[in-house]
């Protein structure tokens, strides 16, 4: 079975494609109580958006290729959101298709957040709970290391 993935504890989770979830998974997503659920990824079938409520489900397209700085400035001004829903008592799900990239660089975003620590630092933190996070986009991982976020 899909695994969720906590990156901080009782707070924020990333997982794969909801989209292609066992229906014993999204039952076991409904019972964890998550205040939020970002599906990142490509749309989903509407039953998954019925079946988890509109209330909590939402779906924020991100594109997992460059980060130009009207993505970046999406991007932080999601994850700032998703920072104050957990400072709350909030819980979030984040979803991609691998669960690594799209979720992975907003959970690091969001980590940055709420510890007051740089996106490298907190890309590092989320590495450990998610070996490879942000690995297999390189302007994702350059931005979270360097700041940069256009090819120089």
Same mark, same amino acid.
């Given at each position: 079975?899909?695994?969720?993935?906590?990156?901080?504890?009782?707070?924020?989770?990333?997982?794969?494609? *909801?989209?292609?979830? @066992?229906? !014993? +998974?999204?039952? %076991? =997503?409904?019972?964890?109580?998550?205040? #939020?659920?970002?599906?990142?990824?490509?749309?989903?079938?509407?039953?998954?958006?019925?079946?988890?409520?509109?209330?909590?489900?939402?779906?924020?397209?991100?594109?997992?290729?460059? *980060?130009?700085?009207? @993505?970046? !400035? +999406?991007?932080? %001004? =999601?994850?700032?959101?998703?920072?104050? #829903?957990?400072?709350?008592?909030?819980?979030?799900?984040?979803?991609?298709?691998?669960?690594?990239?799209?979720?992975?660089?907003?959970?690091?975003?969001?980590?940055?957040?709420?510890?007051?620590?740089?996106?490298?630092?907190?890309?590092?933190?989320?590495?450990?709970?998610?070996?490879?996070?942000?690995?297999?986009?390189?302007?994702?991982?350059?931005?979270?290391?360097?700041?940069?976020?256009?090819?120089?």
């Amino acid at each position: 079975m899909k695994k969720l993935v906590e990156i901080l504890p009782d707070q924020l989770y990333v997982c794969s494609n *909801l989209a292609r979830s @066992r229906p !014993e +998974f999204i039952t %076991r =997503l409904k019972e964890q109580q998550f205040a #939020l659920i970002l599906d990142l990824a490509p749309p989903v079938a509407d039953e998954i958006e019925e079946e988890l409520g509109t209330r909590r489900y939402r779906y924020v397209p991100i594109s997992d290729g460059k *980060l130009t700085p009207e @993505r970046l !400035e +999406f991007a932080y %001004r =999601l994850s700032t959101k998703v920072g104050e #829903l957990l400072e709350k008592g909030g819980k979030a799900l984040l979803s991609c298709n691998q669960g690594r990239n799209r979720s992975c660089l907003i959970a690091s975003l969001v980590v940055s957040y709420i510890q007051a620590i740089s996106t490298a630092d907190a890309l590092e933190y989320v590495r450990e709970k998610r070996p490879l996070a942000v690995g297999s986009n390189q302007h994702f991982e350059r931005y979270l290391l360097t700041g940069e976020h256009h090819d120089s």
